[in-house]
């Protein structure tokens, strides 16, 4: 018997999983535009004026965002588990891995200073 290929199913859940780390890199981006600005001595010095509170559209959207790319993280999971094929089960690893990273990036969000 012929080893057998990934089908187009599989081929649709590697794409759920490349584009949940796509929106994972994206969301990071607008994390880093929607926070608070450190004010180091250095600024603090020269008088140049930082801002100290979160924008409020990058913020909304970073949180929606990321609640969203973790329900796609864990819904493509459970799809490849269901899935059951052997050649499919490296996308676990993926998947898990982009559930702790996100995770981890909504304990920074909601731990991050005010």
Known sequence: ??????????????????????????????????????????????????????????AYWFHVGIWGALGLAVTTFTLVHFRGRRHLQYLKVYLVLLAAALLFTLLLFYSYPR
Do not use: N, Q, S
Request: glycine residues 14%; proline residues 9%.
């Open 1 to 58: 018997m012929a080893p057998r290929g990934v089908d187009g199913v599989g081929k649709l859940l590697a794409a759920m999983t490349l584009g949940g780390w796509a929106l994972y890199i994206l969301l990071l981006v607008l994390f880093h535009y929607g926070r608070p600005e450190p004010d180091f001595g250095y600024l603090r010095y020269l008088g140049i004026p930082v801002r100290t509170e979160w924008l409020t559209l990058p």
